[in-house]
């Protein structure tokens, strides 16, 4: 299922020098990298399920002799619509990905957890890593929690109520006639079917 989420949302973004991290100047060690994420940052990638994003993406790279090693976590909301009303809400999200960062003769990043990079190479774009990690962390049912704590009052769901009334009193008036049946029974047919299941 997550391969075929990753085949669907790959789409390769024009690099911008923001999402872009130098790596070649840094010591050995960890270092931190933060960003903001808004709806702009989806366009790019031509993702419009959201109406707003603010979320906070942080990035620990830690850099070793012979490769890199990066955790990225993100949290913070995306405004969806409801499944069920179509009402728009905040709906939280958070996740967390990590990728070992090799070198070698070209550049690969078949592996989602691996990327290899060309010998020589100076730099790595997380843009399209973060768009990854965000978009997988999105449930595919969106709920309002009004629904959940019953505050949400809208006329979708005032249907839905009243749908279910009338499903209830269709089952309660049934059952109420199987039961004015079963007491109304003519003695003489009772006798009847004992002699049919005597046999």
């Known amino acids: 299922m997550h391969s075929l989420i990753k085949e ?3 789409v390769k973004m024009k690099v911008t020098n923001e999402f872009l991290i130098p790596f070649i100047g840094l010591k050995l060690g960890k270092h931190q990298f ?3 994420i808004s709806k702009a940052f989806f366009e790019h990638f031509e993702f419009d399920e959201f109406e707003s994003a603010n979320i906070k993406v942080n990035i620990v790279l830690e850099k070793k002799n012979t490769m890199l090693e990066l955790n990225f976590k993100h949290s913070g909301t995306i405004n969806v619509p409801c499944d069920l009303t179509s009402e728009d809400f905040d709906l939280p999200i958070k996740g967390s990905l990590k990728l070992i960062v090799r070198f070698g003769e070209t550049f690969n990043d ?3 957890d691996l990327l290899i990079l060309p010998i020589g190479e100076h730099q790595i774009d997380v843009a399209q890593y973060i768009y990854e990690m965000v ?4 449930p595919l049912k969106k709920t309002h929690p009004g629904i959940k704590d019953g505050t949400l009052e809208t006329k979708a769901l005032s249907k839905l109520k009243e749908i279910s009334v009338t499903e209830q009193t269709l089952e309660e008036k049934v059952q109420e006639e199987t039961e004015i ?3 109304n029974t003519d003695p003489r047919w009772d006798k009847l079917k004992t002699l049919l299941t005597d046999k």
């Open 8 to 10: 669907q949302i790959v």
């Open 34 to 36: 933060e960003y903001q």
């Open 110 to 112: 078949e592996n989602e």
């Open 135 to 138: 978009v997988l962390s999105i």
């Open 181 to 183: 049946k079963a007491e």
